[in-house]
């Protein structure tokens, strides 16, 4: 296929766009000087010590690792069997209730953060944990009703009622025929709901408590008051996390699945 | 048990923690911005008649609106380019998209500060070349955030787009060629037009997407450069104004309801154009 010259520089330009600035972040956590300067003078990995010396980090990584886990797993619980339930009948309200169970999108991060602030933190009065807990289902739950959706509604059913003439109950023939028919939408709405939700921002902005936030808002509050290469060492073992995980997900379901 | 009664039992877990976790707590924010014991919409008019209010307001739709158009206007030649390359090229490619929109958006917005800073790389640049004498500042800017945001929803786009270009009949393309076509003819007239339904799609992602975002305008736009979802959080969490924040929630909500009703309309519009044309 003959390629257009202009097109190809046009490409490449814009994928410059997208790199350089993450270049100049690898770059940067190498530098000496305790302010974040490129090009950089001398060499140096103590700002990557730094983060590991900075308990804050640590805690609120494995905060984040937590809260992406069971926000994740809950959703699943109760997102498998709604999806199961929206692609297997035609019942009424059917549409409207899939709709509703994507609605977490359409409502902006921060209101949906506000709101679970005013109600959980406020009124209930529950521990931050609770809280972050339950306002990260409410970010993976579309992931799972979109992407386990779309697999069920790939699926044959009549496999489904093969199983139930030959004798297995409703229950059995789920855990049997079609749970493991549908195990990669789960591990890639697994996937794409845990890296959302530990990515998140905005709800979990209104829902730390003091001295308990997750690693990006403890990161986005770090890069408010100091600019200071420790910020660029962990920015890149954010994107080495991020190149890990998706050699993973290319290894086992392909990068396909997930866009 | 009935069995019609079944799909009801296993969406209602979801459906009620939807409704107390989401919708409850949605509706008693809302609720008293209307409700001093009559129906009143005294809070949303007073929101209006501030003009440091509506200002941040046409902001937020002024940076939305270019943020969309650059990202299309980048996007589109991009994600055509992706998906008529060959498959192990192509899969590299989208890969290098996915990788920025899978890193956090603090990393990415933090990488404007190190470009845009008052010890930035632009300034630095400049200075060293002697084009200018002093740092200017371009960070804590509508520039900044205007940047910052295309920045981090280019792959957004460009991953929409590439799933409906793909789709577009190669054999159009090759015939418009065949017929005489250039390239450039043959994209602005063929591939551009089937693109459409993409580009909406991949508009109201980016549109709304700017329109809510946080963490861009938290870093890159400063107290002074506000838009609403900092305004927000800045009412809700350092003044404590919860009904000023609680009205903004709404309007957040509203308007992006509006957004993406405006650009389904134009899509409307576009396709019954189409199917006049081939009448």
């Keep these: 296929m003959r390629k257009e010259k202009g097109l190809t520089f046009f490409v490449s330009l814009v994928y410059a766009f997208l790199f350089i600035p993450l270049f100049i972040i690898v770059v940067t956590s190498f530098g000496e000087n305790p302010t974040i300067q490129f090009p950089i003078e001398g060499f140096s990995f103590k700002w990557y010590a730094n983060v590991f010396e900075n308990a804050a980090f640590a805690d609120s990584f494995l905060l984040s690792l937590k809260i992406a886990f069971f926000a994740t797993v809950l959703a699943l619980l109760v997102g498998i069997p709604a ?78 009622e093969a199983a139930w003439t030959l004798g297995s109950t409703k229950a059995g023939a789920f855990f049997k025929v079609i749970l493991p028919n549908i195990t990669s939408g789960i591990f890639a709405s697994f996937m794409l709901a845990f890296i959302n939700s530990f ?48 050699y993973l997900i290319e290894k086992t379901l392909g990068l396909s699945s997930i866009t | 048990m009935s ?81 008529r390359a060959d498959k192990k090229f192509r899969s590299l490619m989208m890969a290098l998209v996915l990788f920025p929109l899978l890193t956090n958006s603090v990393v990415r917005s933090f990488a404007w500060i190190n470009i845009l800073g008052q010890k930035g790389v632009v300034n630095n640049l400049l200075l060293a070349t ?67 339904p993409g580009i909406i799609v991949g508009s109201i992602l980016v549109f709304t997407g700017t329109l809510t975002a946080y963490t861009t305008p938290q870093l890159l736009g400063g107290n002074k450069n506000m838009m609403l979802s900092t305004f927000l959080y800045q009412n809700a969490m350092t003044l404590g104004n919860w009904t000023n924040a609680s009205v903004i929630a709404l309007i957040m909500i509203v308007t992006t309801l509006i957004v993406m009703r405006i650009f389904n309309l134009i899509a409307s519009v576009i396709d019954k154009r189409g199917e006049e044309q081939h009448a």
């Design chain 2, 3 to 83: 069995s019609k009664s079944i799909p009801y039992l296993l969406a209602a877990p979801g459906f009620i923690l939807l409704i107390v976790f989401l919708v409850l707590p949605l509706v008693s924010i809302i609720w008293p911005t209307f409700f001093d014991g009559n129906l009143t919409f005294a809070s949303y008019i007073a929101f209006f008649q501030d003009s440091y209010n509506v200002s941040i307001f046409m902001r937020t739709l002024r940076i939305s609106l270019i943020v969309t158009f650059f990202c299309a206007l980048l996007g589109v030649p991009v994600a055509y380019y992706i998906a």
């Design chain 2, 130 to 196: 002697g084009i200018i004498e002093t740092p200017m500042s371009l960070l804590y800017s509508e520039f900044a955030i205007t940047i910052g945001s295309i920045y981090l929803f280019l792959p957004l786009m460009v991953i929409t787009l590439v799933g409906i270009i793909e789709n577009i009949d190669t054999e159009i393309m090759e015939a418009a060629e065949t017929l005489g076509a250039n390239r450039l003819t043959a994209f602005l007239k063929v591939i551009l037009p089937l693109s459409v």
């Design chain 1, 83 to 160: 999806s199961y339930a929206l692609a297997r009948n035609n019942f009424m309200g059917r549409e409207w209730l899939k709709n509703f169970f994507l609605s977490p999108t359409i409502i902006p991060g921060v209101v949906v953060g506000y709101s679970l602030f005013q109600f959980i933190v406020i009124t209930l009065q529950l521990p931050v944990f609770q809280g972050l807990l339950l306002g990260h289902f409410l970010v993976s739950l579309p992931y799972i009703i979109r992407v386990v959706g779309g697999s069920l509604e790939q699926l044959d059913f009549s496999i489904e």
């Design chain 1, 199 to 246: 990515n998140n921002i905005p709800v979990s902005q209104f829902l730390s408590g003091p001295g308990i936030s997750t690693l990006p808002t403890a990161l986005m509050s770090y890069v408010e008051y100091n600019y200071d290469p420790t910020v660029s060492a962990l920015s890149v073992m954010l994107m080495l996390a991020t190149i890990v995980l998706m």
